[in-house]
C-alpha cells in the first residue's frame, strides 16, 4: 500500500480556526466535560481517603455511573469534531450522544488494551521467569526498552479503531482491523502529529488551564480531520463494511458534446450514463480534501454557508438527546447530594480536628497494637485526651468527647 500523507500544521490551523468561529460552544462544552469529570473525581477521593462514609453497597454503582459517564462525555467530544470537519455545527446535547456505539466503544476500548498492554504484560512475566532463574538484571533494560518501543507502535497502529466505531459503527475486531490499515504508511507521521498534539496541549495546560479552553478543542478537531484524511486514502476497507476513498471523475469520461458525464463501474465498463443538467453541481468540500465533481462550467459555485449544509441521514439519527443518559447524570447527582447532605458533618468536623494525631505503624494480630506520636498503644489507652477505640488492620479509631473518628497510618 503506498504510503498517505496529510499536513500536520494544516490539521492543526483548522481545529484553530473551528474552535475561534465556534470559542463559546466549545468552552460550554469544555465546562460540562470538566464538571462530570470533576464529580467522578470527587466520589473516587471520598471512597479513597473516607471509606466509612460511603455504605458498601453503593461504591459499586458510584464506580459503573463514573465510568458510563466518562465513556460517553468521550465518544460525544468525538462526534462534535466529526461534525465540525463535515461542515455541520453540531448541538449541545450531542456531548451525551453515545446511542448505537456505547457497548461497542467499551469492547473496542478493552481489546486495544489488551492489545497495547501485551507486549508489557508479556515482558513482566518474562522477567518473573529470569528472576527465578537468577538471571542477570542487567537483561531487564534492553527488553523494556523493546517492550515499550512495541506498545507505543501498536498504539500509534491501532489509534483510530475509537473513530471507527463511532463514525461507522464497526465492532472492535473490524475497528481494530480497519485502523490498521489506515494507519499503514502513515505512523511516523502520526507519531509527530500525536507529540504536537501533546504539546499544544500543555501549553493550554500552562497557561494556568484556562488556555485548555482552546488548545482541548483545537486538538480534538485537527485529530478527527487527520482520521478523516488518511481514510479518505485507505481503499481496502470495502471488506469491513466501509466504502473506500471518493474517486475523482476523469477527464476522458466527460463527453463535451453531450450536457452530462459517463459513469462507468469499476470494471471499467460503462454500465450507465448519468444525464445532468448543465447547472453547477454542488461540491462536497471536505478541509483538506476537496472533491469536486465535473461541471459544465467554468463558475465555480459559492462556498456555502455552515449553518445551509444539510446534516447527512446517518447522524441526523442520533440527533436527539438519549435520556437514558441524562437520567443516569440525574440520579449520579441525587447520589452525591444524598452523601453531600447526610456526612458533610463529618467532614468538616474531620477537617475541623483541634489536634492531630499521628499513626506511624500498626501492628495487627490477635492484640493489636498501634505507634501513636511515636509511642505504642493498645486499645483502651487514651493519648492527648483521645481514647483508642478500635485497632483495624489499615486505620485506628479514637474516641473523644463522645465523637469518633479515624486515622490511618503515614
Request: proline share 7%; glycine share 8%; aromatic share 10%.
Amino acid at each position: 500500500m503506498p504510503d498517505k500523507s496529510f499536513s500536520s500544521s494544516e490539521a492543526l490551523w483548522f481545529g484553530w480556526d473551528v474552535m475561534k468561529r465556534n470559542f463559546w460552544f466549545f468552552a460550554g462544552v469544555c465546562i460540562i466535560a470538566f464538571l462530570l469529570s470533576l464529580t467522578a473525581q470527587a466520589l473516587q477521593n471520598v471512597m479513597e481517603n473516607f471509606p466509612d462514609l460511603i455504605p458498601g453497597f453503593l461504591i459499586i454503582p458510584v464506580i459503573v455511573i463514573g465510568v458510563i459517564v466518562e465513556v460517553v462525555v468521550t465518544i460525544g467530544l468525538i462526534k462534535i469534531a466529526l461534525s465540525f470537519c463535515d461542515d455541520r455545527k453540531p448541538r449541545l446535547s450531542t456531548l451525551f450522544d453515545a446511542s448505537g456505539c456505547f457497548f461497542k466503544y467499551i469492547g473496542t476500548a478493552f481489546t486495544f488494551g489488551l492489545v497495547v498492554a501485551g507486549p508489557i504484560l508479556f515482558t513482566v512475566l518474562f522477567l518473573v521467569l529470569m528472576s527465578r532463574i537468577k538471571a542477570s538484571p542487567i537483561l531487564a533494560i534492553p527488553i523494556f526498552f523493546a517492550a515499550a518501543i512495541a506498545a507505543a507502535v501498536l498504539s500509534i497502529r491501532y489509534s483510530l479503531c475509537f473513530y471507527f466505531v463511532i463514525d461507522k459503527g464497526l465492532g472492535p475486531i473490524n475497528a481494530l482491523k480497519a485502523s490498521s490499515r489506515t494507519t499503514s504508511g502513515a505512523k511516523w507521521q502520526l507519531l509527530v502529529f500525536d507529540g504536537l498534539c501533546g504539546l499544544v496541549n500543555l501549553l493550554g495546560f500552562i497557561c494556568l488551564g484556562l488556555g485548555m479552553l482552546a488548545t482541548f478543542p483545537t486538538v480534538l478537531v485537527a485529530l478527527a480531520l487527520v482520521y478523516r484524511q488518511l481514510s479518505q486514502q485507505t481503499p481496502g476497507l470495502a471488506d469491513l463494511g466501509i466504502g473506500g476513498p471518493v474517486a475523482q471523475p476523469s477527464p476522458a469520461l466527460a463527453n463535451p458534446g453531450i450536457d452530462g458525464f459517463v459513469a462507468q463501474s469499476a470494471g471499467g465498463i460503462a454500465d450507465d450514463i448519468a444525464v445532468v443538467p448543465s447547472s453547477p453541481i454542488e461540491s462536497s468540500r471536505l478541509p483538506g480534501l476537496d472533491v469536486m465533481l465535473a461541471a459544465e462550467t467554468d463558475v465555480e459555485p459559492p462556498p456555502r454557508p455552515l449553518a445551509d449544509v444539510a446534516p447527512s441521514t446517518s447522524h441526523t439519527q442520533g440527533r436527539k438527546t438519549p435520556f437514558i443518559f441524562i437520567a443516569i447524570i440525574a440520579v449520579a447527582v441525587v447520589l452525591i447530594a444524598v452523601l453531600g447532605y447526610n456526612y458533610l458533618p463529618v467532614l468538616r468536623q474531620a477537617a475541623a480536628q483541634p489536634f492531630q494525631l499521628r499513626v506511624t505503624a500498626i501492628l495487627y494480630s490477635d492484640d493489636p497494637s498501634a505507634v501513636i506520636d511515636g509511642a505504642i498503644a493498645k486499645e483502651g489507652q487514651t493519648i492527648e485526651g483521645a481514647t483508642v477505640v478500635k485497632i483495624h488492620r489499615h486505620e485506628v479509631e479514637f474516641e473523644k468527647d463522645g465523637k469518633r473518628f479515624t486515622c490511618c497510618p503515614r
